[in-house]
């Protein structure tokens, strides 16, 4: 199975929230730089994370993003089915062939679907930051205060 770059790129956003920014709102445009992601795209993509409630926006000075949930509730299966769709729609034959095919095995897909998204269902956020750190991925620096004049 090969994941899009639309749902590769949301789970580097997602995770990059979730490593690096603890309860302060990050930036799209830092994390489309931390991530190399386009910030036009990351704002889609976290439009529709935010519609599924998994981030929340802030806006005006100092906002950004945050995660609406703790990383520990958060799974990559939310967050692929968040800018993808379910699972079973995105797993599966492709067009009918045409005429009937009697003895095709379309139970595979379903069998398939359910493997795919059990594993990405168990694997959230924080076992991924737990992962990181055991690997030495560093963490960004926290940013110093900010004055406007």
Same mark, same amino acid.
Not at 1 to 13: E, P, R
């Given at each position: 199975?090969?994941?899009?770059?639309?749902?590769?790129?949301?789970?580097?956003?997602?995770?990059?929230?979730?490593?690096?920014?603890?309860?302060? $709102?990050?930036?799209?445009?830092?994390?489309?730089?931390?991530?190399?992601?386009?910030a036009r795209?990351?704002?889609?993509?976290?439009?529709?994370?935010?519609?599924?409630?998994?981030?929340?926006?802030?806006?005006?000075?100092?906002?950004?993003?945050?995660?609406?949930?703790?990383?520990?509730?958060?799974?990559?299966?939310?967050?692929v089915e968040?800018?993808?769709?379910?699972?079973?729609?995105?797993?599966?034959?492709? $067009? $009918? $062939?045409?005429?009937?095919?009697?003895?095709?095995?379309?139970f595979v897909?379903?069998?398939?679907?359910?493997?795919?998204?059990?594993?990405?269902?168990?694997?959230?956020?924080?076992?991924?930051?737990?992962?990181?750190?055991?690997?030495?991925?560093?963490?960004?620096?926290?940013?110093?205060?900010?004055?406007?004049?």
């Amino acid at each position: 199975m090969h994941l899009s770059q639309k749902a590769q790129y949301a789970i580097c956003g997602v995770f990059d929230l979730a490593y690096n920014g603890g309860a302060r $709102p990050i930036q799209v445009r830092v994390i489309g730089e931390r991530q190399r992601i386009p910030a036009r795209y990351l704002e889609q993509i976290f439009q529709s994370l935010r519609k599924a409630r998994l981030v929340h926006a802030k806006r005006g000075p100092g906002g950004g993003y945050t995660l609406a949930r703790p990383a520990a509730e958060i799974t990559l299966r939310d967050v692929v089915e968040a800018v993808e769709g379910p699972l079973e729609e995105r797993i599966g034959p492709g $067009p $009918p $062939p045409l005429g009937r095919v009697a003895a095709r095995p379309t139970f595979v897909w379903l069998r398939m679907a359910s493997a795919v998204g059990g594993a990405l269902e168990r694997t959230s956020f924080e076992s991924l930051c737990r992962e990181a750190l055991r690997r030495s991925v560093p963490r960004a620096e926290a940013e110093g205060p900010m004055y406007h004049i």
